[in-house]
């Protein structure tokens, strides 16, 4: 019950600013190190060749993705509009009416998501473990974090996706690096480019 207690007035009782975040980038802010490399001048051009060929294969096995885009989400099979944000790290939904619920002894909970044209969808999830984020203005949050099965273009995984109050911004879903890594390429100059349509979820 200790989730129930503590974790769920913080849950609730975040305010958001829906004109000061409308344009923010929302980030875990979880940095990776990377790795500086010098150009020897005594390099193969041949060499640099080959691996550019690697690097363009690469890529054109990788789906091309706007800045934002329609996903949808399972179960259910509603459509969202998403942002497309390699500056965070997990998936992040906007939910309501939510409800811990106990099954066998562990702890799930219950919640509704609706799109923007008003469509509902509703979800009793597991909860796979409780967030911590750390937004602008060094605000730290907890979040309870389940699993949900997204498709983007033609690719369908389940991934981990935090419940929190989007309800001031443009996007009711957040699409994090976690899911992103190794499928997609962004490109920020396009929006709303692919449509959702997962041969595996649809034969279902």
Known sequence: MKILFILFPVF???TLHAEEYKQSVESSQEYEDFEISEIDPHSDTKSENNGDKIINNVASAK????RGEKVRIYPGGIVLKAKIDTGAKTSSIHVTSTELIFRNGEEWI?????NLEGETAHFEKKIQRISTVKRHHDEVQKRIVVLLGICLGTTYRETEVNLFDRGGL??????GRQFMSGFFIVDPA????????CKEMSEK
Do not use: A, M
Request: a neutral charge; charged letters at 15%.
């Open 170 to 175: 443009n996007y009711p879903l957040l699409i």
């Open 190 to 197: 396009q929006v709303f480019s692919i449509k959702p349509d």
């Open 12 to 14: 609730f009782l975040n």
């Open 63 to 66: 789906e091309l993705v706007g």
């Open 110 to 114: 219950r919640f509704t998501v609706t």
